[in-house]
């Protein structure tokens, strides 16, 4: 941590220091800002439509295809970014190999943050969002459902994802005693989401099995 960063103490100068940190460093005006606000107002917009209007208004799927959206894009575009987390901490911290130790921090952030991106779409992409709890609260547990396995392996992966990243944020708020106890849990962490991920891959083609006909006209 550079000098020229104040160190939070307490949890009034953690807060402090989290709104330091995500003050702009220049102008926020940028081509990039530019063009990506005219995009997310937007998205916006479709997503009032989609609440308003329903599901089908805005990607044209129906009671006969209702996945194709979740499907063709969440999983395979969502998942496949997501990949990389376990596959190079499985490489680095299973099979020992040092030399992609450097981007083991950027990999399992990406892999989390997939799959906070993928979680959050599958809310907008499923026709009654109120009931994508229901797999985790006991309400109607459908243990012979592939979904209901996947919606498990998702969450307790999304989990074991924060778990391996924590020691980073843990260092980054000088929380040190809290970052060598969660750096204590990373090989277990990691060889519980290789498992986690391999399982929730495997049922992700399951259901790509059953769904053929939703999929495919």
């Not at 998205?43 to 609440?51: C, E, H, T």
């Not at 190079?88 to 990406?110: A, D, G, P, Q």
Request: hydrophobic letters at 50%; aromatic letters at 16%; charged letters at 10%.
């Amino acid at each position: 941590m550079s000098s020229d960063i104040a160190v939070p103490r307490g949890m009034g100068g953690t807060f402090s220091f989290l709104l330091q940190e995500m003050k702009p460093r220049g102008p926020w005006l940028t081509p990039f800002n530019i063009i990506s606000i005219p995009v997310i107002l937007l998205g916006l917009g479709i997503l009032v439509q989609r609440y308003i209007y329903g599901l089908g208004s805005v990607t044209n799927l129906s009671q006969e295809f209702p996945w194709g959206l979740w499907m063709g894009f969440d999983v395979i575009t969502g998942v496949a970014l997501a990949g990389g987390a376990y596959v190079i901490t499985f490489v680095v911290y299973v099979m020992r190999v040092e030399k992609y130790h450097s981007i083991v921090r950027v990999t399992v952030l990406n892999g989390f943050l997939a799959y906070c991106f993928y979680g959050g779409a599958l809310i907008f992409d499923i026709g009654r969002p109120w009931h994508a709890l229901n797999p985790y609260i006991g309400n109607k547990f459908g243990f012979a459902s592939v979904l209901f396995l996947i919606c498990w392996h998702f969450m307790v992966y999304m989990i074991a994802a924060f778990v391996e990243f924590s020691p980073v944020i843990a260092q980054w708020l000088n929380w040190e005693k809290a970052r060598r106890f969660l750096k204590k849990l990373t090989l277990a962490t990691v060889i519980l989401g290789v498992t986690l991920s391999l399982l929730h891959q495997s049922g992700l083609g399951a259901l790509f099995l059953m769904a053929k006909p939703k999929l495919h006209p």
